[in-house]
């Protein structure tokens, strides 16, 4: 079975630092553009950031540019999200999601791991 | 990055056909055939419904349909039924980024 299960998430301070990893199972993961989406409480949704099949193509949203950083590891079938500076605004679920070849559609997702900035 | 401009809510009658509008610029949704269509039911993570405009991936009913002119997008969904009762989330690939959403529309199956 295709699968994504994202883990990581909890409660931080504004200013601090969290780490989101995505286990991926039942595909090749190394031949797939992957992707993070987060949604804030009641929201919709927002596309965060793209790593290529090889990791040598990143791509941010302009919000996030600078404080958080996606990367993965092909031999561990895992996508990871490092994500510093945080603010309130970052507050959302997160989704791991693997993107359909030679396209943006995202065609597999995780479940998502809660993240919450707050004092 | 502002949001691709879906409206805030849909309703139709079980058996009827609705249509969601999504509309862009020539950056993104008139400028690539790269968009997507996502139903999402309370509290579960996305779906695809549509992809490349108009392809369905394997699975989805072919009550849904989707469609594109100039700038705005079109995701039609035919003999609703109860179960279609969902928000729906059109995105594009984007000119200097890579992927943008729209704001998400609720459709309601009365």
């Known amino acids: 079975e295709v699968q994504l299960v994202e883990s990581g998430g909890g409660l931080v301070q504004p200013g601090g630092s969290l780490r989101l990893s995505c286990a991926a199972s039942g595909f090749t993961f190394s031949s797939y553009w992957v992707t993070w989406v987060r949604q804030a409480p009641g929201k919709g949704l927002e596309w965060v950031a793209s790593v290529s099949a090889d990791g040598s193509d990143k791509r941010y949203v302009d919000s996030v540019k600078g404080r958080f950083t996606i990367s993965r590891d092909n031999a561990k079938n895992s996508l990871y999200l490092q994500m510093n500076s945080l603010r309130a605004e970052d507050s959302a679920m997160y989704y791991c999601?693997?993107?359909?070849?030679?396209?943006?559609?995202?065609?597999?997702w995780g479940q998502g791991t809660t993240v919450t900035v707050s004092s | 990055q502002s949001a691709l401009t879906q409206p805030a809510s849909v309703s139709g009658s079980p058996g009827q056909s609705i249509t969601i509008s999504c509309t862009g610029t020539?950056?993104?949704?008139?400028?690539?055939?790269?968009v997507s269509w996502y139903q999402q039911h309370p509290g579960k993570a996305p779906k695809l419904m549509i992809y490349?405009?108009?392809n369905r991936p394997s699975g989805v009913s072919n009550r849904f349909s989707g469609s594109k002119s100039g700038n705005t997008a079109s995701l039609t969904i035919s003999g609703l039924q109860a179960e279609d009762e969902a928000d729906y989330y059109c995105s594009s690939f984007k000119t200097s980024s890579h992927v943008i959403f729209g704001g998400g529309t609720k459709l309601t199956v009365l």
């Open positions: 999601v693997r993107l359909i070849t030679g396209t943006i559609a995202m065609e597999v």
């Open positions: 490349a405009v108009s």
């Open positions: 020539s950056s993104d949704v008139g400028g690539y055939n790269y």
